[in-house]
């Protein structure tokens, strides 16, 4: 078989797998996506753009947002297993299973593990390799749901997303002015946490 003519299989392959991911949308048949899905993880010439597709589509079409995290999901693990991944591919599909995650639980452990897991592999990159704007993003959402915590006196957990935050702001050289701010709050909510735990301390 010519490479052209296994190339044209794989891509009438792909356009078919990505057409019938959209019926089974239509008709709302959530696991018959999933099942797509894992069959198009082992297909040649199946892309990570090509679950990012999906991912969209199925958030569109599909109540069940655990479709749409999956096909997010396969395409974060192919584009971070390739030789050179795009990094805003790899940030858009952090962006994407974050607010999905959200949804299911707000502010939950999955939540805090996925940017858990963007915080290593920013540990990994070298300078400027992931988009300034979606590093920002991550900084600012993670650290804007302590305030709302800490409202309702959830101390140790608005303490755990400001701490993250600062993390992830290690990575960002443009807000190294911030960071004295950021640790001064941390400072103020770990003495609210203080003193909620011993309320007859002065």
Not at 28 to 41: L, S
Not at 106 to 130: R, W
Not at 135 to 159: D, G
Request: charged letters at 25%; a neutral charge; hydrophobic letters at 40%.
């Amino acid at each position: 078989m010519s490479k052209c003519k296994a190339e044209g299989q794989d891509t009438s392959g792909t356009f078919f797998q990505l057409l019938m991911f959209d019926v089974k949308g239509r008709q709302k048949d959530c696991k018959g996506q999933q099942e797509i899905i894992e069959r198009c993880r082992a297909m040649p010439g199946f892309k990570a753009e090509h679950f990012f597709q999906m991912g969209l589509h199925s958030a569109r079409d599909c109540a069940d947002s655990t479709v749409a995290s999956a096909a997010f999901s396969a395409g974060l693990h192919m584009m971070m297993t390739s030789k050179s991944p795009d990094y805003r591919v790899v940030a858009a599909m952090y962006r994407k299973l974050i607010s999905l995650a959200d949804i299911q639980t707000k502010d939950g452990v999955q939540v805090y593990d996925l940017y858990m897991e963007a915080h290593q592999l920013l540990i990994g990159l070298p300078a400027e390799s992931y988009p300034r704007d979606e590093l920002h993003w991550l900084i600012s959402t993670a650290w804007n749901r302590a305030p709302i915590l800490a409202r309702f006196r959830r101390f140790e957990e608005a303490e755990k997303w400001m701490k993250l935050a600062m993390k992830l702001a290690e990575r960002a050289p443009s807000m190294e002015s911030s960071r004295l701010m950021m640790s001064d709050a941390v400072a103020e909510v770990e003495l609210m946490k203080n003193q909620e735990s011993n309320p007859m301390e002065e």
